[in-house]
């Protein structure tokens, strides 16, 4: 997955900056990156998944 970003007529380099890094906080990326730092196993990733669920729900009841 490539991602690519050009510089339009007139642009600043900070513009292109800034419209890159929002392109890659939209998509995703670096959160990705950052949940396949380290091996989690399936009985963690199901458990980690239950709490965020069951904070999701508590959330909800307020």
């Not at 900070?14 to 939209?26: D, G, H, I």
């Not at 949940?35 to 669920?53: C, E, L, N, P, V």
């Amino acid at each position: 997955m490539a991602l690519q970003v050009t510089i339009r007529d007139g642009e600043s380099q900070e513009s292109l900056l800034k419209r890159f890094q929002r392109t890659v906080q939209v998509d995703g990326i670096l959160r990705e990156a950052k949940a396949h730092r380290h091996f989690i196993s399936r009985g963690d990733a199901a458990r980690q998944k239950a709490r965020a669920s069951a904070r999701r729900r508590r959330r909800l009841q307020r």
